[in-house]
C-alpha cells in the first residue's frame, strides 16, 4: 500500500456522468485514506444537459455543486486543503471555478480550500464546441502563477491508438479522437487523445492502462487497476 497524502478529496464527474457512476472510485481511494475524506460532488446528468437543455450553462451548474461540495469538506475537516479530482470535461469545470473570474456572470472564490487540481483525461486542447467555451476561458486567463497557488496534476492514459484504416476499435478511436482534435491518428485512453490533456504548467503524466469512460467491466481511471497508476500523485 502506497502512501499518500491524507487530504480530503472531491471526485467531480464528467461531462453527462452522474454522481453514482463514481461510487467505485471513491470506494477504491478509501484504501488509500478514511471513506469520511472522500465526497462525490453530486453532480446530476440534469446539471450538463439543463432543463429546458442548456448545455452552454452547465459549467456554471456544476461549479455551483463543486463549491456546495468544498464548503462541505470544510466544514467537516476546517483549516485543511481540498484535493479535486476530476475526471474528463470536470476537469476544466474545476479549472474554471479555481481561476477566480466571472463566467457568464458566476464567479467563485475557492482559495485555500483548495490543494490541488487533478485531472483524469480531460482535454484541455479541442474543438468541441461546449468544451471549448471552457478552454477558451481557461487560456484567457491562465497564467504561471495559478500553478504556484494549485498544483495541477494531467493524468490520461495512451492504452488506445486511432487508425482510420485499423481494427473496429482502432477506428472507432480514430473518430473519437478526431471530434477533440484534427488528427485521430493518436493515442488515448479510447475517447480523449492524449495530447489533448497536456497542459503547460500542469505536471503532465501518461499511464499505460486505463479507460475513458465510467462504465462496468472496464479498466477506467476510477477502478482500483486504475488508481494504481496514478495514485502517487494525490
Request: hydrophobic share 40%; glycine share 8%; charged share 20%.
Amino acid at each position: 500500500m502506497k502512501d499518500v497524502p491524507q487530504n480530503p478529496v472531491v471526485i467531480i464527474p464528467g461531462v453527462l456522468f452522474w454522481d453514482s457512476l463514481y461510487d467505485i472510485m471513491k470506494d477504491a481511494l478509501a484504501e488509500y485514506l478514511p471513506a469520511q475524506r472522500i465526497a462525490v460532488a453530486p453532480v446530476s446528468f440534469v446539471d450538463w444537459i439543463g432543463f429546458p437543455p442548456s448545455p452552454e450553462r452547465s459549467t456554471n451548474r456544476v461549479m455551483k455543486t463543486v463549491d456546495g461540495a468544498v464548503q462541505e469538506m470544510q466544514r467537516k475537516f476546517p483549516g485543511e486543503p481540498v484535493t479535486l479530482v476530476a475526471h474528463s470535461g470536470g476537469g476544466s469545470v474545476a479549472m474554471v471555478y479555481l481561476l477566480e473570474k466571472p463566467f457568464q456572470g458566476d464567479i467563485y472564490h475557492p482559495g485555500n480550500r483548495v490543494g490541488k487540481l487533478i485531472t483524469l483525461g480531460t482535454p484541455f486542447h479541442t474543438h468541441e464546441h461546449y468544451a471549448k467555451i471552457k478552454t477558451d476561458f481557461i487560456f484567457r486567463y491562465l497564467h504561471a502563477d495559478f500553478f504556484k497557488r494549485y498544483p495541477v496534476v494531467s493524468v490520461v492514459s495512451d492504452k488506445y491508438h486511432g487508425n482510420a484504416q485499423g481494427s473496429f476499435v482502432e477506428k472507432m478511436c480514430y473518430k473519437f479522437y478526431q471530434s477533440v482534435l484534427e488528427d485521430g491518428n493518436v493515442g488515448g485512453d479510447g475517447i480523449v487523445p492524449a495530447k489533448s490533456c497536456f497542459l503547460e504548467g500542469a505536471e503532465n503524466v501518461t499511464i499505460a492502462d486505463a479507460e475513458h469512460l465510467p462504465t462496468p467491466h472496464t479498466r477506467w481511471y476510477g477502478t482500483k487497476e486504475g488508481i494504481e497508476q496514478w495514485i502517487q500523485w494525490l
